[in-house]
């Protein structure tokens, strides 16, 4: 599809469908050891020879801690309705218990409220990866401990800031966490154990419903819920061994994590699969998952093909292909938001992240990032897609605000819509950010001017968008 029948295709939207930008503390904050901060695993896992490709590190990042209101002016300069950004643990709470560090806190006051000044939404996370280093020495995930370390910190942030946050997430991606980090070893902790990845998972989810609880009794209205990464699953060919990976694959995935939250059990032939590798669970905990939450985060990227003989080759489709390697493939989120919709008694859900990393050249002061820019509106389109088809969706958050810390990448990939100057930390709009910032100024005109709806009356929805200009 040309871009520009993207432009003109783009559906409807409901008038408070909330659009924003995304980030993570360690991806952006730098400051790793001011004012009092402790260390996270993620501080440690970066000084393991050969951990990052180009052997870079969090310290210094985008220095968001020294440079965050001009980069919330740069938010507010976007139009969109929200941010979504995590708090660091180890920044508020060093050592993932114990004294709380008040100028960590103080930070993260002056962030939500200078969001809130500005008319945005703030929506916090409070695990995106980053554990104290403390926690992981004694066990980390896999010590059922740390989930009332988590709880105790969640309960703390959400007294302080709960009154002012649009909505707390839990947790972002625990597949990462438990999967990445300790079963492949590629990302922080480096821990190399299926076993302890699985009882890293259940803690995390268990640790999930434990918070919601305590939050909920601090009795704040803040919306609360959990984001996974997720994708649908694909078989190579129709073959039996194929058909039966892609199942296997999609369990270790998706239902993995979706069942214990939305039926109170871990799939059966997953657990079968893993034999004495599944977690230990304890009486109450499933159900202690399972406790009702407001929201969830999907954040999606691309597609899974399966085969059983080996790595799929991801240019076999002929299609394009991001700079992390993942296949460009917008048709996949729809393909998911409406399996969850059917699948499950989902709340309402949001895209809170979604974006591409491709190879940005700053020339004469813009970066002309077309493919970035047709990714996030076929995407979008995408989202109305499954709205269409029933999909209960009210939002929307481009993955990311800024070229950042590509955890094991290092700064070698960049997802901004922000292009970042490593050495000067200037900030200079993409042709993407232009584009959003077009279509967000274009829909909220239209959220003023009412609709004919589908019987002649005025509806709140509005066909977005007409045309919009991209900015090239």
């Excluded at 709960?162 to 625990?174: K, V």
């Excluded at 202690?288 to 691309?302: K, R």
Aim: aromatic letters at 10%; a negative charge.
């Amino acid at each position: 599809m040309p871009s520009q029948e993207i432009y003109r295709h783009l559906h409807r939207f409901p008038d408070d469908f909330v659009w924003g930008v995304a980030t993570s503390a360690f991806q952006i904050e730098g400051a790793a050891t001011e004012d009092g901060k402790g260390p996270s695993i993620w501080d440690t896992f970066c000084r393991q020879p050969g951990a990052i490709a180009d052997g870079s590190n969090g310290d210094v990042a985008c220095e968001h801690v020294k440079r965050w209101e001009q980069d919330l002016d740069l938010i507010a300069d976007l139009g969109v309705d929200a941010y979504r950004f995590s708090m660091s643990w180890p920044r508020v709470r060093p050592g993932g218990s114990g004294v709380w560090n008040e100028k960590g806190m103080d930070f993260y006051e002056r962030l939500v409220d200078g969001l809130l000044a500005r008319g945005i939404k703030p929506y916090l996370t409070l695990n995106h990866w980053d554990l104290p280093e403390e926690l992981q020495q004694q066990g980390g995930w896999a010590n059922r401990d740390t989930t009332h370390r988590f709880v105790e910190y969640a309960q703390g942030v959400c007294r302080r800031l709960g009154d002012r946050l649009a909505s707390i997430t839990t947790h972002n991606e625990p597949w990462v966490i438990a999967v990445l980090g300790h079963e492949t070893g590629i990302f922080a902790p480096g821990i190399k154990h299926r076993a302890t990845a699985m009882q890293a998972t259940h803690h995390l989810l268990l640790s999930h419903g434990m918070a919601l609880q305590a939050m909920r009794a601090e009795g704040h209205a803040t919306r609360l819920g959990i984001v996974l990464n997720l994708s649908p699953m694909h078989a190579a060919t129709d073959t039996a061994e194929d058909l039966e990976k892609t199942r296997l694959e999609d369990g270790r995935l998706l239902r993995w994590y979706m069942d214990p939250l939305f039926t109170g059990s871990y799939p059966e032939d997953v657990l079968a699969h893993l034999g004495a590798d599944a977690p230990k669970v304890s009486p109450g905990d499933m159900a202690t998952i399972a406790t009702p939450m407001d929201f969830l985060g999907v954040n999606y990227y691309s597609r899974s093909v399966i085969s059983a003989a080996g790595p799929w080759d991801v240019y076999s489709s002929g299609r394009e292909v991001t700079d992390m390697g993942w296949e460009v493939y917008p048709e996949g989120l729809t393909e998911l938001l409406v399996r969850m919709h059917q699948d499950y008694s989902v709340p309402p859900m949001y895209v809170t992240e979604n974006g591409g990393a491709f190879k940005d050249q700053l020339q004469d002061g813009r970066v002309h990032d077309t493919q970035r820019r047709d990714y996030i509106a076929r995407h979008i389109a995408a989202v109305a897609d499954a709205m269409q088809q029933g999909v209960h969706m009210e939002g929307y958050m481009v993955w990311s605000l800024l070229d950042n810390f590509e955890w094991a990448s290092g700064y070698e990939k960049r997802f901004g819509i922000v292009h970042v100057d490593y050495e000067t930390q200037a900030r200079t709009l993409k042709d993407s950010a232009l584009w959003y910032r077009d279509f967000l100024r274009h829909h909220k005109a239209l959220r003023q001017t009412p609709s004919p709806g589908p019987i002649g009356k005025a509806s709140s929805q509005h066909n977005a968008v007409a045309v919009v200009s991209t900015g090239a």
